[in-house]
């Protein structure tokens, strides 16, 4: 067989604008990692071009910018059917597709150039509820010679919920490969956070579902001296609801944060701090398989930094106990609890956290597993 070692990657999740490539890891690992197998990638992402989504992808990548319309319209499917069925490459070995319109787009360019389309799953369907997305999603699914989860305990619920059985898939976590040591920054002086204070921080969609309110309530009866930190990306949202939530701020206690940061700035930010939240509420199957597939809490394993995280049985987080990542609350009242413990062992659980993340949660491991059956796929068709 002729390969031409030649891949199409379609990156178009929920949003591209506010979730660019280069936040997550469980896409752009992948693209990297296939890049380093030398395969030569076309990508096409629907986010405004910069130069640190540049900086992080290899020479042999080929990035094409799409501009996403104002609006969608019901006419949306049919005008990406005619921009991509007739593609003007049609020299692909595979297509890869995430997101909803992802896997749309990437089952037109795979019947195009004849060749296997592997479907990469971020979101459950049921998070954007029963839209005409939803049921192309699942219509394309169908064509997918392999699904790639981002957790095990995730794959037979969304195949339920996309009607599939018998697919083959693969498990990549999403795991930020990150390089250490960090960017050393001092952020007691660049937020003006007191000197012998000490931070935690919570990084993500500021909202109910993410238990803002709970986190800010328990602040009051945290031990002396130290801070919460919230960063979001989100400034117009978080403000109006920042505002909302007033009367539950501890004076000179919180800091607010809403400078985009690149992502060597985040993980400085991420690994100085003592601790790292990551709380949901149980509002259905999106969390309730949240798993390995937290972004916030494993970009805090990753950079060496203990986690307080939700007890729901539900949410598949008992890892933390297990291995000693962090404290696992369930109350607000537990939360106090949880930093006076991180504090006073926090170098313990920074060992521990890289150590599970070298090992146990090992990308380059999980990466192996895939490629064989990638290869298979591929040698096959």
Request: aromatic share 14%; glycine share 4%.
């Given at each position: 067989?002729?390969?031409?070692?030649?891949?199409?990657?379609?990156?178009?999740?929920?949003?591209?604008?506010?979730?660019?490539?280069?936040?997550?890891?469980?896409?752009?690992?992948?693209?990297?990692?296939?890049?380093?197998?030398?395969?030569?990638?076309?990508?096409?992402?629907?986010?405004?071009?910069?130069?640190?989504?540049?900086d992080l992808l290899p020479d042999t990548i080929n990035i094409r910018y799409f501009r996403e319309p104002l609006r969608f319209n019901r006419l949306r499917p049919f005008?990406?059917?005619?921009?991509?069925?007739?593609?003007?490459?049609?020299?692909?070995?595979?297509?890869?597709?995430?997101?909803?319109?992802?896997?749309?787009?990437?089952?037109?360019?795979?019947?195009?150039?004849?060749?296997?389309?592997?479907?990469?799953?971020?979101?459950?369907?049921?998070?954007?509820?029963?839209?005409?997305?939803?049921?192309?999603?699942?219509?394309?699914?169908?064509?997918?010679?392999?699904?790639?989860?981002?957790?095990?305990?995730?794959?037979?619920?969304?195949?339920?919920?996309?009607?599939?059985?018998?697919?083959?898939?693969?498990?990549?976590?999403?795991?930020?490969?990150?390089?250490?040591?960090?960017?050393?920054?001092?952020?007691?002086?660049?937020?003006?956070?007191?000197?012998?204070?000490?931070?935690?921080?919570?990084?993500?969609?500021?909202?109910?579902?993410?238990?803002?309110?709970?986190?800010?309530?328990?602040?009051?009866?945290?031990?002396?001296?130290?801070?919460?930190?919230?960063?979001?990306?989100?400034?117009?949202?978080?403000?109006?609801?920042?505002?909302?939530?007033?009367?539950?701020?501890?004076?000179?206690?919180?800091?607010?944060?809403?400078?985009?940061?690149?992502?060597?700035?985040?993980?400085?930010?991420?690994?100085?701090?003592?601790?790292?939240?990551?709380?949901?509420?149980?509002?259905?199957?999106?969390?309730?398989?949240?798993?390995?597939?937290?972004?916030?809490?494993?970009?805090s394993l990753a950079c060496g930094s203990p986690v307080i995280a939700s007890k729901d049985s539900m949410l598949y987080l008992s890892f933390v106990k297990d291995y000693q990542l962090g404290v696992l609350v369930n109350h607000p009242s537990e939360i106090p609890f949880a930093v006076k413990e991180i504090i006073n062992n926090r170098?313990?659980?920074?060992?521990?956290?890289?150590?599970?993340?070298?090992?146990?949660?090992?990308?380059?491991?999980?990466?192996?597993?895939?490629?064989?059956?990638?290869?298979?796929?591929?040698?096959?068709?």
């Amino acid at each position: 067989m002729n390969i031409k070692k030649k891949i199409a990657f379609i990156y178009h999740p929920q949003d591209p604008k506010l979730r660019r490539l280069e936040s997550m890891p469980f896409a752009l690992n992948t693209i990297v990692s296939l890049a380093k197998m030398g395969w030569n990638i076309d990508l096409y992402l629907w986010e405004e071009p910069s130069n640190s989504c540049q900086d992080l992808l290899p020479d042999t990548i080929n990035i094409r910018y799409f501009r996403e319309p104002l609006r969608f319209n019901r006419l949306r499917p049919f005008q990406l059917q005619l921009q991509f069925q007739f593609s003007w490459q049609k020299s692909y070995d595979c297509i890869f597709g995430l997101g909803q319109i992802g896997a749309y787009i990437a089952n037109i360019i795979a019947k195009s150039n004849q060749c296997p389309f592997i479907y990469l799953n971020d979101e459950f369907p049921c998070s954007f509820g029963n839209t005409r997305w939803t049921r192309l999603e699942q219509q394309s699914v169908k064509n997918a010679a392999m699904v790639v989860v981002l957790d095990s305990v995730r794959f037979s619920p969304l195949c339920e919920e996309l009607d599939v059985s018998n697919k083959p898939y693969a498990v990549l976590p999403n795991t930020s490969i990150i390089k250490h040591p960090l960017e050393k920054i001092n952020w007691h002086k660049k937020l003006q956070i007191p000197r012998d204070y000490t931070p935690f921080l919570y990084a993500g969609s500021i909202a109910d579902w993410a238990q803002t309110p709970e986190l800010l309530f328990s602040l009051a009866y945290w031990p002396e001296k130290t801070i919460l930190i919230l960063h979001s990306a989100y400034k117009q949202k978080v403000e109006k609801y920042r505002q909302q939530l007033s009367h539950l701020e501890v004076p000179g206690r919180v800091i607010w944060s809403y400078e985009p940061m690149p992502e060597s700035h985040l993980n400085s930010l991420v690994a100085y701090c003592a601790g790292n939240f990551a709380l949901y509420r149980n509002f259905g199957r999106p969390v309730e398989y949240l798993g390995l597939s937290s972004g916030k809490l494993l970009r805090s394993l990753a950079c060496g930094s203990p986690v307080i995280a939700s007890k729901d049985s539900m949410l598949y987080l008992s890892f933390v106990k297990d291995y000693q990542l962090g404290v696992l609350v369930n109350h607000p009242s537990e939360i106090p609890f949880a930093v006076k413990e991180i504090i006073n062992n926090r170098k313990d659980y920074s060992s521990r956290c890289l150590d599970f993340c070298q090992t146990t949660l090992s990308f380059e491991k999980a990466w192996q597993i895939f490629y064989e059956k990638f290869e298979k796929i591929i040698k096959t068709d």
